[in-house]
Nanobody
Framework: QVQLVESGGGLVQAGGSLRLSCAASGRTFSSYTMGWFRQAPGKEREFVGRISWSGAILYYADSVKGRFTLSTDNAKNTVYLQMNSLKVEDTAVYYC??????????????????WGQGTQVTVSS
């Protein structure tokens, strides 16, 4: 049974940084793509970025490019989302997701089969 557990969310001032973690278990994930999404109140779930476990394939949403960085630790089966220069508009619940066979380009929620429970990120002004 695949399990994804996010952690690292919290309250931070604008301009600050946070690092989110997504610990994966239940499978061998070497062939999986890991994605991060976020959802603000009243809004649709929004793509943030995706990464292969080798770290070779990276893709970011334009809204976070240059500020957020994805990385993997294969030994720990953990994916990280380093968020720098945070803005108030980055406030959302952040979710990690996994899929062995992506649908489309991996930028929509339907592309992913497995999801974590989410972690809240709040950026204050």
């Amino acid at each position: 049974q695949v399990q994804l557990v996010e952690s690292g969310g919290g309250l931070v001032q604008a301009g600050g940084s946070l690092r989110l973690s997504c610990a994966a278990s239940g499978r061998t994930f070497s062939s999986y793509t890991m994605g991060w999404f976020r959802q603000a109140p009243g809004k649709e779930r929004e793509f943030v970025g995706r990464i292969s476990w080798s770290g070779a394939i990276l893709y970011y949403a334009d809204s976070v490019k240059g500020r957020f960085t994805l990385s993997t630790d294969n030994a720990k089966n953990t994916v990280y989302l380093q968020m720098n220069s945070l803005k108030v508009e980055d406030t959302a619940v952040y979710y990690c997701a996994a899929s062995r066979a992506l649908v489309g380009d991996g930028t929509t929620p339907v592309a992913y089969k497995y999801w974590g429970q989410g972690t809240q990120v709040t950026v204050s002004s």
